[in-house]
């Protein structure tokens, strides 16, 4: 496989889909194998930098954040579907005990994505993006600049 392997703290990420993302994942995979390798290995990356609260090292295709203010952890996946290359940024809110999935955008296979400080930031890999902001009277995110 090319590319970053899954690590250890990347087992979190996989079991929240395991639980919560069923449907998604009758429709939409994981990063693997090709998929993987235009994030590279280059450890020194912002995604690398910028990591999950609780976690040591992060892969460049998921991340958490609090971002509906609701005190439980939200997460966003970059993922694609099962009939075609095309990635798609989905994000799962947390509504009280469960949470609720949403397609945020499709995205270019050269993001990423990383959280800092409660945005989350859907970056190109060159350092060119654009952070996304959750807007709780809209039930959507929003870019922010």
């Known amino acids: 496989m090319s590319g970053p392997a899954l690590s250890a703290p990347d087992s979190e990420y996989l079991q929240f889909l395991e639980k919560y993302g069923g449907e998604i994942l009758d429709i939409y ?23 999950d609260s609780d976690l040591e090292e992060k892969s460049p295709f998921w991340t958490k954040g609090y971002f509906n203010s609701d005190g439980y952890p939200d997460f966003l996946f970059i993922l694609f579907p099962r009939t075609s ?31 800092k400080k409660n945005i989350a930031g859907h970056y190109h890999l060159e350092g060119h993006g654009q952070g996304l902001s959750w807007n709780e009277k809209d039930a959507k995110f929003e870019i922010v600049q």
């Open 85 to 115: 290359n095309q990635a798609f940024l989905i994000g799962f809110m947390s509504y009280e005990t469960t949470y609720k999935s949403l397609i945020i955008e499709p995205s270019d296979k050269y993001m990423a994505v990383a959280t």
């Open 29 to 51: 995979r994981i990063p693997e194998g090709a998929d993987l390798s235009y994030w590279g290995s280059d450890r020194d990356t912002y995604f690398y930098k910028t990591l």
